[in-house]
């Protein structure tokens, strides 16, 4: 693998101890990738945090890898991020996610004190100085409730002004979309490192569920290719790995400076890409 290559892995932080000990095998599965980070999701609203903080310390503590804890501003006060930062600072964390994060379903709680992920970052900027590398979220299909693209495209400079250092997509499987958001950028004089994310494909139905949500598309050919397979799980998977191996091969032809892999958890399908790409 390129080392000027970023490869990254999230993950979601386990509820259960057993879900511990799997997640502990899975980060040494993956540890083989020489990842730059691994990324740890926080759920808005208290649902996760403090099981975010215990896998982030684990990973940061206990192996040779750097560790990057997600920050929400759902449900969040400037009070409890700042010492989540003074944290973190202290552990010798240096990479933040930041994000305005999703409202958890049923929410009917006080939004938090930041509207917006350029608010977080700009606050991030404002009490820690240059101390954390800071990522975003960006979106090549744009996220579903901006009302266009040029409208998302703003958002997005929104947060590079205030401060962020690069950022990661939402997942998608149409390499064009990713390469027209470079272009748009690079237009608005963004140049920040742009990472695509990438979601190894494991179940039809919980990815039809996610991109249903999250507004990523899934193009009607692989739909319908992936429904057709969802009964035999391992040619799914096959075809699966096939498809996103493919993927990652144009996105890196065409100038990508790394990829994130959503891992759910997970690390075959992720280490088949890796493999099929030439990584290991």
Same mark, same amino acid.
Request: hydrophobic share 40%; charged share 20%.
């Given at each position: ?34 990842? %730059? ?10 649902? %996760? ?30 009070? %409890? ?200």
């Amino acid at each position: 693998m390129p080392k000027k290559l970023s490869i990254s892995c999230e993950f979601f932080p386990p509820r259960t101890e057993k879900g511990v000990l799997k997640l502990r095998e899975i980060r040494k599965q993956l540890q083989v990738l020489q990842p %730059t980070y691994f990324s740890v999701t926080f759920g808005a609203g208290g649902s %996760t945090q403090e099981k975010t903080i215990e896998t982030v310390l684990e990973i940061q503590q206990e192996s040779d890898f750097d560790a990057a804890p997600h920050l929400s501003c759902i449900g969040s006060t400037r009070e %409890t991020i700042l010492k989540l930062l003074r944290d973190y600072q202290a552990q010798g964390i240096h990479r933040i996610v930041a994000l305005r994060g999703d409202k958890p379903s049923g929410w009917a709680g006080n939004l938090g004190e930041f509207n917006y992920a350029n608010e977080l970052v700009s606050f991030i900027r404002a009490e820690t100085g240059s101390h954390f590398q800071i990522e975003v979220a960006a979106y090549p299909e744009y996220h579903p409730e901006s009302h266009s693209a040029k409208e998302d495209l703003n958002y997005f400079k929104q947060k590079v002004t205030a401060g962020a250092d690069g950022a990661i997509t939402q997942y998608f499987y149409n390499a064009d979309a990713y390469f027209r958001l470079i272009e748009s950028c690079t237009a608005l004089g963004i140049d920040i490192p742009i990472i695509p994310g990438i979601m190894p494909i494991s179940n039809y139905e919980q990815l039809a569920r996610f991109s249903d949500t999250c507004g990523a598309e899934i193009p009607r050919w692989l739909r319908q290719r992936l429904k057709d397979l969802a009964d035999d799980k391992a040619a799914l998977q096959d075809f699966g790995v096939e498809v996103v191996t493919k993927l990652c091969e144009r996105l890196l032809a065409g100038g990508a400076p790394g990829l994130h892999f959503y891992t759910l958890n997970q690390a075959e399908l992720t280490l088949k890409i890796a493999t099929g790409l030439g990584f290991l």
